[in-house]
């Protein structure tokens, strides 16, 4: 199967910066699109930004400016760069990816999710 790991959430003061990242493992035959949403208490999932394999990039334009979204293809991880980070901000950050994966047919996509790491910005 596939995994999502994410790493990089935390505490961080308005103005200061974070960086995320999102590891992908597994029976992994390639990997598409990866992106990043978030989700705040009592809102939707939304968009941050994303990338395809070959580098084109994608954000949402509160984040513009701000964030920087880049992959490592030989790692299979995406990065998210949140400088000037602003209270607005805070949310449950996940990782997503579009992955063909090996199965015992040969191959198969699907869209994963990791399980979130929380960002918390201080005003």
């Known amino acids: 199967q596939v995994q999502l790991v994410e790493s990089g959430g935390g505490l961080v003061q308005a103005g200061g910066s974070l960086r995320l990242s999102c590891a992908a493992s597994?029976?992994?035959?390639?990997?598409?699109?990866m992106g990043w949403y978030r989700q705040a208490p009592g809102k939707q999932r939304e968009l941050v930004a994303t990338i395809t394999s070959g580098g084109s990039t994608n954000y949402a334009d509160s984040v513009k400016g701000r964030f920087i979204i880049s992959r490592d293809n030989a790692k299979n991880t995406v990065y998210l760069q949140m400088n000037s980070l602003k209270p607005e901000d805070t949310a449950n950050y996940y990782c997503?990816?579009?992955?063909?994966?090996?199965?015992?047919?040969?191959?198969?996509?699907?869209?994963?999710w990791g399980q979130g790491t929380q960002v918390t910005v201080s005003s």
């Open positions: 597994g029976s992994i035959y390639s990997i598409n699109t």
């Open positions: 997503n990816a579009d992955i063909t994966r090996f199965n015992l047919y040969g191959r198969v996509n699907n869209n994963y």
